[in-house]
């Protein structure tokens, strides 16, 4: 009996060891997550709630190559965009893969007036600048939440300078650029370009931080440092350029 036991106790070891030896081996720990392919790597969702960087301006322009792309950013960021058809209005204006910007379900903040027409590429540099530059900002310099950004509007038929001494076509003209003159902040108080950029206040300080983060966002910003005609708002807008001022 002892040694019929013995036997069958070495056949079921055997058994054990064969089928140990056909199945795959288990990780010891934990698998990583894949490592992203590098720098020119897609970055999908997630841009609008990256902090900015050098490399941002670049990433807006990449990933609002097309309008399905930029939807996808906005869409992931609880940031509602309604797409429009394309429209002309002129030889020069007109809006193209753009649409209708309104809430921003991942801030407080709302922009005044609402519903403004822009290109998908604006809508997405308006998003990021506005939750990774001008909220905390306010936050950290002014001590209060914003609650409202106003602003001039973005789709205008017209040229630079409102038709001054240039007949230049303005990057409103096809709904590229916004125009925002301040913010009211959950305290009350309402800071604006005409009333606070200049000096060293709290809200001149805000102000200058919030232009220098734009100028890692859009490719063209404009100021009160650059002309009287600027003195009342900033100009944002999402073209593949480079100026700052």
């Known amino acids: 009996m002892i040694a019929h036991r013995r036997r069958l106790t070495r056949a079921l070891t055997a058994a054990l060891l064969l089928l140990a030896g056909c199945s795959p081996m288990l990780p010891e720990g934990p698998r990583p997550y894949p490592v992203p392919a590098g720098p020119g790597a897609p970055l999908g969702s997630g841009l609008i709630d990256r902090p900015i960087t050098e490399a941002t301006r670049a990433a807006v322009l990449r990933e609002s190559d097309t309008l399905t792309q930029c939807v996808a950013q906005l869409t992931a960021a609880r940031v509602n965009f309604s797409p429009m058809p394309d429209k002309v209005q002129s030889a020069v204006c007109g809006l193209s893969q753009g649409g209708v910007l309104g809430a921003d379900m991942g801030t407080v903040a709302r922009m005044t007036p609402g519903q403004p027409e822009m290109t998908c590429r604006l809508a997405l540099a308006v998003s990021i600048w506005r939750r990774q530059s001008l909220e905390p900002a306010a936050r950290e310099i002014l ?103």
């Open 143 to 245: 001590g209060s939440d914003v609650v409202q950004i106003d602003h001039f509007g973005a789709y205008a038929c017209r040229n630079v300078n409102n038709g001054g001494v240039s007949n230049r076509v303005s990057a409103h003209a096809q709904a590229m650029a916004l125009d925002v003159s301040g913010v009211r902040l959950r305290d009350g108080r309402r800071i604006t370009l005409t009333g606070d950029w200049y000096g060293d206040t709290a809200e001149a300080r805000f102000l200058r931080r919030i232009r220098d983060d734009a100028c890692r966002v859009f490719g063209t910003v404009l100021s009160p440092d650059y002309n009287a005609v600027h003195r009342d708002h900033l100009h944002l807008e999402a073209t593949d350029t480079r100026f700052c001022r």
